[in-house]
């Protein structure tokens, strides 16, 4: 034992000397002191927990001070990673990086380490507690930490939490962690309910049950898996433990520690190579300290570490099994050898059967025999739980009274072992050595280059049995090379591997016996089948039976048709399972010789259905094939044969006596010809460079074949391209010719749209220009008729104004007030009627004039615009004519009233005063008539001259716009049309 202290270290050596375990298992003891000023004030510096990589070559332990170091053993180096500065509450190094390992210190954070760079990486926070456990998804990238309160899922990629678990305040968490190989998260609380989780979906799967719900609750602390995932181990607060199925979800068994066992605080399985993660042996810890290794099979105590004046607080097992280190109270940590520790385990089993209660006569008997088992010992106490041992501590058969013999004697009784101990029983009898040392190195080697394409050749549906067989018959070629070039040997060593396939040590074991004792003469030939064999097959055959070997003589069937066939196969290809294991009983418990026997009478046996055979091909159907014979009654004309036969062609005096595998190291094994064998080997490496070298040039090839079509197929996406580019530029170009075309149609239409819009103005103004001009005429009679109107009236009235002068003078003043009022409101009406056609004429112009700006061109435009001008400008003259003769009408209209006002004043006065005035008034009177007489034909002879200058202007203007009709009709005529791009 060497004793490393790491106080004031950063780094050094972790063994100093040769490793060597002492008596007690310990490789190492890891101490951390803290120096003082005297030898007085020194004292430790206690290391809490500590964990194993995936490697289980390297060792992280965290101390109360909160520095982590980091032990490697395999590079025989530490190193002081980090000082936290915080005490460690738990550790966890197998992380997909495997450089990488997580640590949850007392302030409620975990944090993530480089062990290389030595560097924080990440540092995670969310718990409220203390973190007690962690639990890391078999690939690594997931991570489950644990506090009284909660538990909460990390992403290791990115640091980050994806879930958290909360539960009530009165239903505590104990414990949370993922199975081995799964996705399913395991939650056990403090009301001793267990579920398992979907990781992705956090739905509940199942949840496993403890027996006798109304008892005394067990509270659950401390859990274990199989490395395989299948079973589940619970404890607690009790000295039972429960074993659960986790494939069907049920409660197995329930252990019973012994009495002195009051609470688990951990356990943890120890891994073996050779049991395909079906683990066996559980690390126990207790309330006292001590760290028990159980067998869960036998229930039976291996061995245990630990003292009551040192006890052990905390416990971790290297997934390799190498290395098993304990945190003790003082806060040192002890690291064991597992397999110093497990020495005893390489010994062969103790005796299974403890009392065998049988006659002396089992010929003539019919007792039953019972096989009672052990109980689980520890002290002076043991276990209520029994079961059957598989192979562990001193084989004391004899020291039972429990011999070959004895054995013997059961088979003969019988016909078979009892199938609860047929396999340990086997074991008894083959004298098996269990040489784990020497199996684990031959398993080292790696697969067999003969073995590696197996499942081509042999596609078994199970991939474990596949890799079970593969491993067995690769130890086997690199135990002998013989066994490397035997076709043969997968037949007859898969029984063997199905039957054995979680203890392949065992398994290797049997058929290297086999091979060693049943089949040492079978190469002496190879690669032909073993004639000497084969020989004393037929030698015993023609003794016992001519008249068969002579029909197979007769029909050209040879020993290797009818023996050959049984052997290689050991008899399995033509027996179901329990045949050929009553059959094995019996071959296994006899001289290697009855093999022969049995080869001959199953031919006897089957004699009836041979002689009937004449095609060559029936008879190896009938070896090949299970045929309706008894197992029994093989078995029987066996020992019959072996009873019968003479001892000059016995083939007990040929074949040796059965030799067991040496212990330690197994034997050499060299009987067949060598250079057959060596040439074979070279012949086999040498076709395996062949194929390598085709194999290398059928890649290049292939490579060079998937450069070439991808050379091809980027050519062909190229042309594809160009083709899908020109379509498409076709396309775009067909698509802008017939918008080109649509344009160019709407450009004409549009041009013809405007010439009609233009032609459709033009009428439209020349049919308002004579609409006005018909208006005028209307006015200018309405005024004229209007004249006269008020002419005669006005001579009614004075006419009648001299009849009635007095009566109705006010009725005329009203009647002339009344004429003058219509009168206003008719010029009034008449200027409305005027400013409306002004408007109208002015908004004809406008448009006119827009719709010729933007249809026509500069030219046409500017024509048509003189031409709506001088329009305009005679128009405004007309206006201006008809303003003034109307302001004329109305001044000579004042001017009369106004005389004729006077006159009947002059008149009303002349009547009031004498009558020579009145005469006088009467006389002017009618020279006032007269002078008006001559005044209203002079207002008349005017009239009739403006009327005639209008008739002319009129008749002018109408000339004029005909002319220019005509003239804009002969223009348009000749004017060539408006191209295209000049339009808006």
Same mark, same amino acid.
């Given at each position: 034992?060497?004793?490393?202290?790491?106080?004031?270290?950063?780094?050094?050596?972790?063994?100093?000397?040769?490793?060597?375990?002492?008596?007690?298992?310990?490789?190492?003891?890891?101490?951390?002191?803290?120096?003082?000023?005297?030898?007085?004030?020194?004292?430790?510096?206690?290391?809490?927990?500590?964990?194993?990589?995936?490697? =289980?070559?390297?060792?992280?332990?965290?101390?109360?001070?909160?520095?982590?170091?980091?032990?490697?053993?395999?590079?025989?180096?530490?190193?002081?990673?980090?000082?936290?500065?915080?005490?460690?509450?738990?550790?966890?190094?197998?992380?997909?990086?495997?450089?990488?390992?997580?640590?949850?210190?007392?302030?409620?954070?975990?944090?993530?380490?480089?062990?290389?760079?030595?560097?924080?990486?990440?540092?995670?926070?969310?718990?409220?507690?203390?973190?007690?456990?962690?639990?890391?998804?078999?690939?690594?990238?997931?991570?489950?930490?644990?506090?009284?309160?909660?538990?909460?899922?990390?992403?290791?990629?990115?640091?980050?939490?994806?879930?958290?678990?909360?539960?009530?305040?009165?239903?505590?968490?104990?414990?949370?962690?993922?199975?081995?190989?799964?996705?399913?998260?395991?939650?056990?609380?403090?009301?001793?309910?267990?579920?398992?989780?979907?990781?992705?979906?956090?739905?509940?799967?199942?949840?496993?049950?403890?027996?006798?719900?109304?008892?005394?609750?067990?509270?659950?602390?401390?859990?274990?898996?199989?490395?395989?995932?299948?079973?589940?181990?619970?404890? =607690?607060?009790?000295?039972?433990?429960?074993?659960?199925?986790?494939?069907?979800?049920?409660?197995?068994?329930?252990?019973?520690?012994?009495?002195?066992?009051?609470?688990?605080?951990?356990?943890?399985?120890?891994?073996?190579?050779?049991?395909?993660?079906?683990?066996?042996?559980?690390?126990?810890?207790?309330?006292?300290?001590?760290?028990?290794?159980?067998?869960?099979?036998?229930?039976?105590?291996?061995?245990?570490?630990?003292?009551?004046?040192?006890?052990?607080?905390?416990?971790?097992?290297?997934?390799?099994?190498?290395?098993?280190?304990?945190?003790?109270?003082?806060?040192?940590?002890?690291?064991?050898?597992?397999?110093?520790?497990?020495?005893?385990?390489?010994?062969?089993?103790?005796?299974?059967?403890?009392?065998?209660?049988?006659?002396?006569?089992?010929?003539?008997?019919?007792?039953?025999?019972?096989?009672?088992?052990?109980?689980?010992?520890?002290?002076?106490?043991?276990?209520?739980?029994?079961?059957?041992?598989?192979?562990?501590?001193?084989?004391?058969?004899?020291?039972?009274?429990?011999?070959?013999?004895?054995?013997?004697?059961?088979?003969?009784?019988?016909?078979?072992?009892?199938?609860?101990?047929?396999?340990?029983?086997?074991?008894?009898?083959?004298?098996?050595?269990?040489?784990?040392?020497?199996?684990?190195?031959?398993?080292?080697?790696?697969?067999?280059?003969?073995?590696?394409?197996?499942?081509?050749?042999?596609?078994?549906?199970?991939?474990?049995?596949?890799?079970?067989?593969?491993?067995?018959?690769?130890?086997?070629?690199?135990?002998?090379?013989?066994?490397?070039?035997?076709?043969?040997?997968?037949?007859?060593?898969?029984?063997?591997?199905?039957?054995?396939?979680?203890?392949?040590?065992?398994?290797?074991?049997?058929?290297?016996?086999?091979?060693?004792?049943?089949?040492?003469?079978?190469?002496?030939?190879?690669?032909?089948?073993?004639?000497?064999?084969?020989?004393?097959?037929?030698?015993?055959?023609?003794?016992?039976?001519?008249?068969?070997?002579?029909?197979?003589?007769?029909?050209?069937?040879?020993?290797?048709?009818?023996?050959?066939?049984?052997?290689?196969?050991?008899?399995?290809?033509?027996?179901?399972?329990?045949?050929?294991?009553?059959?094995?009983?019996?071959?296994?418990?006899?001289?290697?010789?009855?093999?022969?026997?049995?080869?001959?009478?199953?031919?006897?046996?089957?004699?009836?259905?041979?002689?009937?055979?004449?095609?060559?091909?029936?008879?190896?159907?009938?070896?090949?094939?299970?045929?309706?014979?008894?197992?029994?009654?093989?078995?029987?004309?066996?020992?019959?044969?072996?009873?019968?036969?003479?001892?000059?062609?016995?083939?007990?005096?040929?074949?040796?006596?059965?030799?067991?595998?040496?212990?330690?190291?197994?034997?050499?094994?060299?009987?067949?010809?060598?250079?057959?064998?060596?040439?074979?080997?070279?012949?086999?490496?040498?076709?395996?460079?062949?194929?390598?070298?085709?194999?290398?040039?059928?890649?290049?090839?292939?490579?060079?074949?998937?450069?070439?079509?991808?050379?091809?197929?980027?050519?062909?996406?190229?042309?594809?391209?160009?083709?899908?580019?020109?379509?498409?530029?076709?396309?775009?170009?067909?698509?802008?010719?017939?918008?080109?075309?649509?344009?160019?149609?709407?450009?004409?239409?549009?041009?013809?749209?405007?010439?009609?819009?233009?032609?459709?103005?033009?009428?439209?103004?020349?049919?308002?220009?004579?609409?006005?001009?018909?208006?005028?005429?209307?006015?200018?009679?309405?005024?004229?008729?209007?004249?006269?109107?008020?002419?005669?009236?006005?001579?009614?009235?004075?006419?009648?104004?001299?009849?009635?002068?007095?009566?109705?003078?006010?009725?005329?003043?009203?009647?002339?007030?009344?004429?003058?009022?219509?009168?206003?409101?008719?010029?009034?009406?008449?200027?409305?009627?005027?400013?409306?056609?002004?408007?109208?004429?002015?908004?004809?112009?406008?448009?006119?004039?827009?719709?010729?700006?933007?249809?026509?061109?500069?030219?046409?435009?500017?024509?048509?615009?003189?031409?709506?001008?001088?329009?305009?400008?005679?128009?405004?003259?007309?206006?201006?004519?008809?303003?003034?003769?109307?302001?004329?009408?109305?001044?000579?209209?004042?001017?009369?009233?106004?005389?004729?006002?006077?006159?009947?004043?002059?008149?009303?006065?002349?009547?009031?005063?004498?009558?020579?005035?009145?005469?006088?008034?009467?006389?002017?009177?009618?020279?006032?008539?007269?002078?008006?007489?001559?005044?209203?034909?002079?207002?008349?002879?005017?009239?009739?001259?403006?009327?005639?200058?209008?008739?002319?202007?009129?008749?002018?203007?109408?000339?004029?716009?005909?002319?220019?009709?005509?003239?804009?009709?002969?223009?348009?005529?000749?004017?060539?049309?408006?191209?295209?791009?000049?339009?808006?």
């Amino acid at each position: 034992m060497q004793i490393l202290d790491v106080c004031k270290k950063d780094s050094g050596k972790v063994f100093q000397r040769k490793v060597a375990a002492g008596s007690d298992g310990v490789l190492l003891t890891i101490v951390h002191s803290a120096l003082g000023s005297s030898p007085l004030n020194s004292r430790n510096i206690r290391f809490l927990h500590t964990a194993f990589d995936s490697s =289980g070559d390297r060792l992280v332990a965290g101390d109360y001070l909160g520095n982590v170091h980091v032990f490697d053993f395999h590079a025989n180096r530490f190193s002081l990673v980090q000082r936290t500065g915080s005490p460690c509450s738990a550790l966890a190094f197998n992380l997909h990086r495997r450089n990488e390992f997580l640590v949850a210190t007392a302030d409620y954070s975990l944090k993530c380490f480089d062990c290389d760079s030595k560097e924080l990486v990440a540092m995670m926070k969310g718990h409220e507690s203390i973190i007690h456990a962690i639990s890391v998804h078999s690939s690594g990238r997931f991570a489950i930490t644990t506090s009284t309160d909660t538990a909460q899922l990390w992403d290791l990629d990115s640091f980050q939490r994806k879930r958290k678990l909360n539960v009530k305040e009165n239903v505590g968490i104990v414990k949370v962690f993922f199975l081995p190989m799964s996705s399913t998260i395991v939650t056990c609380f403090k009301d001793d309910s267990i579920f398992a989780w979907d990781s992705e979906t956090l739905e509940c799967r199942y949840q496993l049950h403890s027996p006798n719900p109304g008892e005394k609750a067990v509270s659950f602390k401390a859990f274990a898996t199989t490395r395989d995932g299948r079973l589940l181990v619970g404890g =607690g607060r009790s000295r039972f433990l429960h074993i659960w199925s986790l494939e069907n979800q049920t409660l197995l068994r329930v252990v019973e520690l012994p009495r002195k066992v009051t609470c688990v605080h951990f356990m943890e399985f120890l891994p073996d190579s050779f049991d395909s993660g079906s683990n066996q042996i559980l690390a126990v810890l207790s309330q006292d300290g001590i760290l028990q290794f159980i067998n869960i099979v036998t229930f039976s105590q291996l061995f245990q570490i630990g003292r009551l004046d040192d006890r052990i607080s905390s416990a971790a097992i290297s997934p390799n099994g190498r290395y098993t280190a304990v945190v003790t109270e003082n806060g040192h940590i002890n690291v064991y050898s597992s397999q110093a520790l497990s020495q005893e385990l390489n010994k062969p089993p103790a005796p299974l059967v403890k009392v065998l209660k049988s006659n002396r006569t089992c010929e003539s008997s019919t007792s039953t025999q019972e096989l009672s088992t052990k109980s689980l010992k520890s002290g002076s106490t043991g276990s209520r739980t029994r079961g059957h041992p598989s192979g562990h501590g001193v084989m004391s058969d004899y020291a039972d009274g429990l011999g070959t013999d004895r054995l013997v004697a059961i088979l003969r009784g019988y016909g078979e072992y009892p199938a609860k101990y047929r396999i340990f029983i086997w074991r008894i009898i083959l004298r098996l050595p269990e040489n784990h040392t020497a199996y684990a190195a031959l398993l080292e080697k790696g697969t067999h280059p003969a073995y590696e394409m197996l499942h081509e050749k042999y596609p078994i549906k199970s991939q474990k049995l596949l890799r079970v067989l593969q491993r067995v018959l690769s130890a086997l070629a690199h135990w002998s090379p013989i066994f490397g070039e035997t076709s043969y040997l997968p037949l007859l060593a898969f029984p063997f591997v199905k039957l054995f396939q979680n203890n392949q040590l065992v398994c290797f074991e049997i058929v290297a016996t086999i091979l060693t004792s049943w089949c040492r003469h079978w190469f002496e030939y190879f690669p032909n089948p073993p004639i000497n064999l084969l020989s004393l097959v037929e030698n015993v055959l023609g003794y016992h039976d001519k008249e068969l070997l002579q029909h197979f003589v007769k029909h050209g069937v040879t020993s290797q048709i009818y023996a050959w066939p049984l052997l290689e196969t050991f008899f399995s290809e033509v027996l179901t399972c329990e045949e050929w294991l009553k059959l094995s009983d019996n071959i296994f418990s006899n001289h290697p010789s009855f093999v022969v026997m049995v080869t001959v009478s199953y031919c006897i046996v089957g004699r009836a259905a041979l002689l009937r055979c004449s095609e060559f091909d029936d008879f190896k159907y009938f070896f090949h094939h299970r045929n309706a014979m008894s197992v029994n009654q093989v078995i029987t004309e066996a020992y019959h044969l072996e009873d019968s036969t003479p001892d000059e062609i016995h083939p007990c005096n040929v074949l040796e006596t059965f030799v067991p595998l040496t212990k330690g190291q197994y034997p050499i094994f060299n009987k067949f010809p060598k250079f057959i064998v060596d040439f074979q080997v070279q012949e086999r490496e040498r076709i395996r460079r062949e194929e390598e070298e085709f194999l290398k040039q059928k890649t290049a090839a292939l490579e060079l074949r998937v450069a070439a079509m991808n050379r091809e197929m980027k050519m062909k996406e190229l042309h594809l391209l160009d083709a899908t580019r020109r379509k498409f530029i076709s396309f775009t170009q067909q698509q802008k010719q017939a918008e080109l075309a649509r344009l160019d149609d709407e450009i004409r239409r549009r041009v013809a749209q405007r010439d009609d819009e233009t032609r459709a103005a033009i009428e439209e103004i020349e049919i308002k220009n004579m609409e006005l001009q018909l208006q005028k005429r209307m006015f200018e009679q309405e005024l004229y008729q209007g004249h006269i109107d008020l002419t005669e009236r006005q001579k009614a009235e004075l006419e009648a104004q001299k009849r009635q002068m007095e009566i109705e003078r006010e009725r005329t003043i009203k009647e002339r007030d009344t004429e003058r009022f219509k009168e206003l409101q008719t010029r009034t009406a008449q200027l409305q009627k005027l400013s409306q056609v002004d408007h109208l004429n002015d908004d004809a112009d406008y448009k006119l004039e827009m719709e010729n700006i933007r249809r026509l061109d500069e030219i046409e435009e500017e024509k048509n615009h003189a031409i709506i001008s001088r329009l305009e400008e005679e128009n405004k003259e007309l206006e201006t004519g008809i303003r003034l003769l109307m302001k004329e009408a109305e001044t000579r209209k004042a001017e009369s009233a106004k005389s004729k006002y006077e006159l009947l004043a002059a008149d009303y006065s002349g009547k009031i005063g004498s009558p020579s005035k009145h005469l006088q008034a009467s006389n002017a009177n009618r020279n006032g008539n007269e002078d008006t007489g001559n005044e209203d034909g002079d207002t008349f002879i005017s009239l009739r001259r403006h009327r005639s200058s209008f008739d002319e202007k009129e008749k002018q203007m109408m000339a004029n716009v005909r002319r220019l009709r005509e003239k804009l009709a002969h223009e348009n005529r000749n004017k060539k049309p408006v191209p295209p791009y000049q339009l808006e």
